[in-house]
């Protein structure tokens, strides 16, 4: 099992990639894992001559270049664990700009010769792990927003886990972590 940890957490003490580890260390263990941590591989968002680039590379069908490493390994792993904080209802936007990376015509997702949506990830499921201040609340763009994407990918599984209430004065926020970790 190939599994892709996309970190997207910022803070040095980040409680969500301790959720994180911890649902790699009861999960993963022993499988080939790779991890992307964003913070560190800063992607440039998206340009009109990056978008010229990646319409040309397309049409030539050549999508061999390392512009696209990010989404040949979304789409090769076979589960996908994304961590990220919650951020002003959804995640830091570095995130969003590593999705925009991954979703490549051809790679992640395509379409037949009849205009038929293709789904091109190997993955069967996707675990998206966030902490919140406050609640985030349902419904909310957020959930939405990820189950169109594995809709799009082909992922048939989409798993959410959430702290919430972290920052609120009063709440036990060990045992909201506690509590959280149990259920991973
Ligand atoms: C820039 C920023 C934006 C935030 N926006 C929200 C928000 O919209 N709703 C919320 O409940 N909490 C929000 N918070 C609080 C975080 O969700 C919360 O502290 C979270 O646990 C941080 O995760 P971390 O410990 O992994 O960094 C925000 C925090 C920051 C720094």
């Known amino acids: 099992m ?6 997207a957490c910022v803070r040095e003490k980040s409680r969500t990639l301790e959720l994180c580890r911890e649902y790699v260390k009861k999960h993963w263990d ?34 061999t270049s390392v512009r696209y490493d990010c989404a040949r390994d979304f789409a090769d792993a076979d589960e996908i664990l994304i961590g990220a904080p919650f951020w ?15 979703c490549v015509n051809g ?14 990830c190997k993955a069967k499921k996707l675990v998206y792990i966030t902490t919140a201040g406050g609640y985030i609340g349902s ?3 957020l959930e939405l927003y990820l189950k169109e994407l594995c809709a799009m990918f082909g992922i048939q599984e989409l ?22 970790l149990k259920n991973l």
């Open 2 to 7: 190939k599994g892709l940890f996309v970190n």
């Open 30 to 63: 022993g499988e080939e894992i790779s991890e992307f941590v964003l913070k560190e591989n800063a992607l440039e968002p998206f340009n009109a001559q990056m978008l010229q680039q990646r319409d040309a590379d397309i049409f030539a069908g050549d999508l």
């Open 88 to 102: 002003d209802c959804s995640f830091p936007a570095m995130l969003k700009v590593y999705l925009e990376h991954v």
């Open 107 to 120: 790679i992640t997702f395509g379409y037949g010769n009849d205009g038929t949506p293709l789904r091109l």
């Open 139 to 141: 419904p909310n763009s």
């Open 159 to 180: 798993q959410i886990y959430k702290a919430e209430g972290l920052d609120i004065v009063g709440n036990d926020t060990e045992a909201i972590l506690e509590e959280t």
